[in-house]
C-alpha cells in the first residue's frame, strides 16, 4: 500500500533557528500534499495544502514566511519551520495521495518538534 | 467541508463491538464519509469512507443514514490496541480535498 515517510520523526532545535522536515511518499506519485499541525490534546489542523510546481496554499492565520513549504517533486514535500519559538513546539504531519487513486489519503508518522 | 460531531470519549470491553457514532447533518451530495483513527503520538491511519451505501473492509463496517446526516463506524470485536482517537471527516473526492478534523473520539478499550 502507499507510504509516506516523514523525516525526523523527532527534532529539538534552539530558539530562533530553522528545522526543515521532509514529507516523502515511497512508491507513489502525489501532485498535493497537506501539511497539518497538532498541538498535545487537540486535533490536526490544516496549516497549508503544497502542490507540486507551484506555490503552496496557507490557510488562515498561518504565516506563509514562517512555515515555508516546498514540494519541488511529485515524491517530496518540504516544511521548513523559520526563526522557531518555543510555541512553535509540536507535532507536524503530512499527508498525500496517490495521484489519480480514487480515494484515501495517507499520512506520515508525524514530526515531533521541540524548541528550546 | 460539512463540520462533523462525535461523542467526546468511548468506552468498550475487549472483544465486543465498538460502534462510533458521527453526526454531519450539513453534508453536501458529492462528499463522502471518511473515518480515521490515531494512536498516541502517530500520524492519523485511514480506516474505511463510503458515499451512501454500507461498506465493509477487514477492518471495519461503516453505517451511514439513508439520509446521509449520520453514520457509525462499527468495530467488530475490539482489541486494546484499538484504542485510539478516531476522526470522522466529510470531504469532496478530489486531489485537493483537503480533510478537516474535528475532535474526534477517545476510544478506550478496557480488557
Known amino acids: 500500500g502507499a507510504v509516506v515517510s516523514q523525516h525526523p520523526s523527532r527534532v529539538i532545535c534552539k530558539s530562533g533557528t530553522s528545522v526543515k522536515i521532509e514529507c516523502r511518499s515511497l512508491?507513489?506519485?502525489?501532485?498535493?500534499m497537506f501539511w497539518y499541525r497538532q498541538f498535545p490534546k487537540q486535533s490536526l489542523m490544516l496549516m497549508a495544502t503544497?502542490?507540486?510546481?507551484?506555490?503552496?496554499?496557507?490557510e488562515q492565520g498561518v504565516e506563509k514566511d514562517k512555515f515555508l513549504i516546498n514540494h519541488a517533486s511529485l515524491t517530496l514535500s518540504t516544511l521548513t519551520v523559520t526563526s522557531a519559538h518555543p510555541e512553535d513546539s509540536s507535532f507536524y504531519i503530512c499527508?498525500?495521495?496517490?495521484?489519480?487513486?480514487?480515494?484515501?489519503?495517507?499520512f506520515g508518522s508525524g514530526t515531533r518538534l521541540t524548541v528550546v | 467541508d460539512a463540520k462533523t460531531t462525535q461523542p467526546t470519549s468511548m468506552d468498550c470491553a475487549e472483544g465486543r463491538a465498538a460502534n462510533l457514532p458521527c453526526n454531519h447533518s450539513?453534508?453536501?451530495?458529492?462528499?463522502?464519509v471518511y473515518w480515521y483513527r490515531q494512536i498516541h503520538s502517530q500520524g492519523p491511519q485511514y480506516i474505511i469512507h463510503?458515499?451512501?451505501n454500507n461498506e465493509t473492509n477487514e477492518m471495519a463496517s461503516l453505517i451511514i443514514t439513508e439520509d446521509r446526516k449520520s453514520s457509525t463506524l462499527i468495530l467488530p470485536h475490539a482489541t486494546l490496541r484499538d484504542t485510539a482517537v478516531y476522526y470522522c471527516?466529510?470531504?469532496?473526492?478530489?486531489?485537493?480535498?483537503?480533510?478537516?478534523f474535528g475532535d474526534g473520539t477517545t476510544l478506550t478499550v478496557k480488557p
Open positions: 471527516i466529510v470531504r469532496v473526492d478530489t486531489n485537493a480535498g483537503k480533510s478537516t
Open positions: 503544497s502542490n507540486e510546481g507551484s506555490k503552496a496554499t496557507y
Open positions: 512508491d507513489f506519485q502525489a501532485t498535493t
Open positions: 463510503g458515499l451512501k
Open positions: 499527508s498525500a495521495r496517490e495521484r489519480g487513486r480514487v480515494y484515501g489519503y495517507t
Open positions: 450539513t453534508i453536501s451530495g458529492n462528499e463522502y
